[in-house]
């Protein structure tokens, strides 16, 4: 079965740091376009990051210059470095891998709190 497990979650005071991890596993990452999302409490759930298995990234316009993401597909992981974070930045962040049509696969999430 294919699974995602996040990690690296934690709080932080504003202007921090964090690096979080995807780990994939039951297949291959280089498959996946694999994204990362995440949902404050009384907001949807919006897309963050996301890379291409060819090395495309897109970001949301609220994190450009903050944050990045990245890919090493001979660990079956993806990663989320988050620099100079906002309490706006406090949410639960889902990992997502996607092949088109038939996979879409989530991660259970890891909570990332931005406060002093």
């Known amino acids: 079965q294919v699974q995602l497990v996040e990690s690296g979650g934690g709080l932080v005071q504003p202007g921090g740091s964090l690096r979080l991890s995807c780990a994939l596993s039951?297949?291959?990452?280089?498959?996946?376009?694999m994204g990362w999302y995440r949902q404050a409490p009384g907001k949807q759930r919006e897309l963050v990051a996301a890379?291409?298995?060819?090395?495309?990234?897109d970001y949301a316009d609220s994190v450009k210059g903050r944050f990045t993401i990245s890919r090493d597909n001979a660990k079956n992981t993806v990663y989320l470095q988050m620099n100079s974070l906002e309490p706006d930045d406090t949410a639960v962040y889902y990992c997502?891998?996607?092949?088109?049509?038939?996979?879409?696969?989530w991660g259970q999430g890891t909570q990332v709190t931005v406060s002093s």
């Open positions: 890379i291409t298995n060819g090395g495309t990234r």
């Open positions: 039951g297949s291959i990452l280089f498959v996946y376009t």
């Open positions: 997502n891998a996607r092949k088109e049509p038939y996979y879409n696969y």
